[in-house]
């Protein structure tokens, strides 16, 4: 009973915000036609690296140790300054949630 209440509640929620934006987004639409055009454009340049990027490896040359090396060094030097942030932020929040 409190769910179907509180789902009527949200998609009512969210029909008024639709509402209130829909002439934002005609406006947006009638001033930046091209812009939806760019953004799928986007999606099929992915879809277009994707299908060519086993050529492209192939082509350098490189055996799959030196690739494997390379993904590891990016992956590493990407994700170890999140590492660092997230762990200094935890340390922040427990010396302030200590008593």
Do not use: R
């Amino acid at each position: 009973m409190i769910n179907a209440i509180l789902t009527g509640l949200m998609n009512l929620i969210i029909g008024l915000v639709s509402v209130l934006l829909s002439p934002i987004d005609i406006a947006i639409k009638a001033a930046l036609p091209d812009l939806s055009s760019a953004i799928s454009s986007v999606g099929t340049y992915f879809q277009l690296a994707l299908e060519n990027i086993g050529f492209v490896i192939s082509m350098t040359g490189l055996s799959s140790t030196a690739i494997s090396i390379i993904i590891l060094y990016y992956t590493f030097k990407l994700t170890f300054p999140l590492t660092v942030a997230t762990i200094k932020l935890a340390i922040k929040w427990y010396d302030k949630l200590k008593p």
